[in-house]
């Protein structure tokens, strides 16, 4: 099997234990003042990639781990501690504070920075939790004509660069097999990601962090999309009171439930 050089993106978002509100002015989210870190599926698969090298599960063993991000210059920070949990280096491509790539322009960023990393597989979360959208890993695959498995709970390696992936569907699970070179998408039950400790964070502060500008990649990232209006959903109305069990019987006998 070839030595892999593993290209994990992830992506700075509001802290998931953090309830989002409207801002005032119906455009998004507020993001000012609120806490942000790594988007927890991102975590899975960094955590993912150190495991690999760390337990050989490679037969062609892991020759680097680079993680990447596009975001304000706050991002750093999710890079820094992704390295701090075993990621080698970091390439930063800045954007500014309040500027949404789409999942299309990440995508088209990605397909260069794997093409210019001599990348062979790409490991990144099934989704970010602030859009949801679940798009980006389907797109680059798309985009580079490598194969892809998505939501993935189960990596494994065996010879002649193939890759053997089990993958959570509706009602079960399926296991696909593919060679490299290859996009993984992760899912929640693949690994409980690792703690970040203080020596290993002090490291990563040593660690290489490339800082790249979009321009660079010379790729078209323009949104096709336009938010016209956020709004909080409507509060959920209370039911109507019964007065007995017989009243509770013929109300649900009313709606159908018997």
Known sequence: MSALRI???VKRVIDYAVK???????TGVETAGVKHSMNPFD????????RIREK???PGGVEDICVFSAGPTKAQDVLRTAMAMGADRAIHVEVKE???????????VLKKVVEEQNTNLVILGKQSIDDDSGQTGQMLAGLLGWGQATQASNVEFAEGDAVIVTREVDGGVETLRSKLPMVITTDLRLN????ANLPNIMKAKKKSLEKKKLAD???????????LKVAEPAARQGG??????????SKLKELGAL
């Open 217 to 227: 990649y010379g790729v078209e990232t323009a949104n096709r999309l336009k938010v």
């Open 98 to 108: 309040g500027e949404e790539l789409e999942p299309l322009g990440v995508a088209k």
């Open 56 to 58: 050989k599960r490679a």
């Open 240 to 249: 109507g009171k019964v007065e007995d069990v017989g009243g509770l019987v």
């Open 192 to 195: 409980v990601p690792r703690y």
């Open 43 to 50: 975590e899975l698969s960094v955590e993912e990639s150190v």
């Open 20 to 26: 989002p509100r409207v801002n005032k002015a119906l």
């Open 7 to 9: 290209l994990v993106p």
